[in-house]
């Protein structure tokens, strides 16, 4: 945790997305609506760690939750969904990893198995994982230090103590993955790094950012809402580190950025083409569409050459003529091709008409 102090004042600095997200689905009642309830944010979180290649003390967290479904439906839904945003972005070689770490009655066992085990290593562990080995010894398996790694290549595995509801989840689970072609490697070491986490977890990995190769990580979270004052329910979701993602991005040499373009420039000449001009652009911005008009008061020259800078895709040169005819020229930058539009209400419509392009250059 980033903790610090201001003055007398003492506080932590918010380390992940999931459980401030829940708080705000109680304390803004979208639990009492139909479930599932699906939501997502996008935020920065802190954590008090050295700071290393894809590993920041500040960073920003893009998230999806699902609360409301148990199933193992819901897991493969909320997996598939991440999948997705990483495959249209063009990442390559991400590999899923899942596991199941049971519930707090299979756990139960399962921990005191880890506890005998470590306690034989227990001066060779790390001084935050010997605090660990009383707490949580399953959180002893995400240690970043290479000692406590190699002490916990040999441990015990939660699927062998899995209970019969928690094993057949799992089985559910793996059976949608399959189903939806999505490839995956169980990971029995995998334990996320939060202790909320129930039955499925899971993580897309990379090898491009070195040791910190965990792009996308979540999980399930059945008990959180009721530790946060809800009632009884269940949950899940993801994370993505967005300084990892882009540092993926960039060792991969993909590259997101998309040219800027304006959809419609009008190039008035004149105090009223300007007014006539302001209200179009306004007109067609409440409509969705990307329109800009000049406000640095240019010739028509340095008007045009601007439209051309910002990639615009069509100018309309509004003057004296166009305002007493009520009619000016749509003109597409880059096929020179023209139409002639009236300048009133209408404008909008006829400018959004998906047939526009192929009536350029013919008669109204």
Do not use: W
């Not at 939501?39 to 998230?63: D, T, W």
């Not at 240690?143 to 799992?170: M, R, T, W």
């Amino acid at each position: 945790m980033y903790t610090v102090t201001a003055k007398e004042s003492t506080f932590t600095l918010r380390p992940e997305g999931t459980a401030g997200t829940i708080r705000a689905m109680l304390q803004n009642g979208l639990l009492n609506e139909a479930l599932p309830q699906r939501v997502y944010y996008i935020l920065s979180c802190f954590r008090h760690e050295r700071p290393q290649a894809g590993r920041l003390r500040e960073f920003h967290q893009f998230g999806v939750e699902m609360a409301g479904a148990s199933s193992a439906d819901a897991d493969a839904e909320v997996i598939s969904l991440a999948k997705q945003i990483l495959d249209q972005i063009g990442l390559r070689g991400i590999e899923l990893n899942i596991n199941s770490i049971g519930c707090p009655v299979c756990r139960k066992n399962y921990h005191a198995a880890l506890k005998q085990y470590f306690s034989g290593y227990q001066d060779q562990l790390c001084e935050t994982c010997q605090e660990r080995l009383d707490k949580n010894p399953m959180r002893i398996l995400d240690c970043k230090s290479p000692v406590c790694q190699g002490i916990a290549e040999n441990a015990p595995i939660i699927l062998d103590y899995l209970c019969e509801d928690c094993s057949s989840h799992f089985e559910k689970l793996k059976s949608n993955l399959d189903l939806l072609n999505i490839n995956y490697t169980v990971n029995p070491r995998i334990v996320r790094g939060l202790d909320y986490y129930t039955k499925t977890v899971f993580e897309f990995v990379t090898t491009d950012i070195g040791a910190q190769g965990t792009i996308c990580g979540g999980g399930r979270y059945d008990g959180l809402i009721a530790q946060l004052g809800g009632q009884s329910t269940p949950a899940l979701g993801f994370g993505m580190g967005l300084e990892r993602l882009l540092l993926t991005l960039r060792n991969q040499g993909i590259s997101l950025n998309q040219e800027n373009t304006c959809d419609i420039y009008f190039v008035p000449m004149g105090e009223n083409a300007g007014a006539k001009a302001m209200q179009l652009t306004a007109q067609l911005r409440q409509d969705g569409i990307s329109a800009q008009t000049d406000v640095m008061g240019r010739s028509l020259r340095a008007q045009m050459k601007y439209a051309d800078k910002i990639h615009a895709r069509f100018t309309v040169v509004i003057g004296d003529n166009e305002l007493e005819q009520n009619e000016a020229i749509l003109k597409n930058m880059k096929s020179g091709e023209k139409i002639s539009l009236k300048l009133d209400e209408s404008f909008a419509k006829r400018f959004s008409d998906v047939e526009i392009a192929d009536r350029l250059g013919m008669d109204e």
